[in-house]
Nanobody
Framework: VQLVESGGGLVQPGGSLRLSCAAS????????MSWHRQAPGKERELAAS????????YVADSVKGRFTISRDNAKNTVYLQMNNLKAEDTAVYYC????????????WGQGTQVTVSS
């Protein structure tokens, strides 16, 4: 099983980034996918999630209106489009796979750093 995040980097406030998480080794279309983030000295928090069939999404209040989660089950990939980035969005971003039916293991990626700074 692998979850490989990419797309992080350094961006100025107000800028945009698109994170990708490529999955392999499990039935991607049967898993809820989510993006979590962890800022220095803080606990990991859920930023956004999407159901296995894309019919339900959740976005945390702190990023609502700026972040959009999507997935392509044909490509086994989940995305996080981040617009109007702020300094407080600086964190390591992780993707997570959770079985839609609630049975079985969950998986985490290794994380990708997002730094918002001028």
């Amino acid at each position: 099983v692998q979850l490989v995040e990419s797309g992080g980097g350094l961006v100025q406030p107000g800028g945009s980034l698109r994170l990708s998480c490529a999955a392999s080794g499990f039935t991607f279309s049967s898993y809820i996918m989510s993006w979590h983030r962890q800022a220095p000295g803080k606990e990991r928090e859920l930023a956004a999630s999407i159901s296995s069939t894309r019919d339900s999404t959740y976005v945390a209040d702190s990023v609502k209106g700026r972040f959009t989660i999507s997935r392509d089950n044909a490509k086994n990939t989940v995305y996080l489009q981040m617009n109007n980035l702020k300094a407080e969005d600086t964190a390591v971003y992780y993707c997570k796979a959770l079985p839609q039916r609630g049975v079985g293991a969950s998986y985490w990626g290794q994380g990708t750093q997002v730094t918002v700074s001028s």
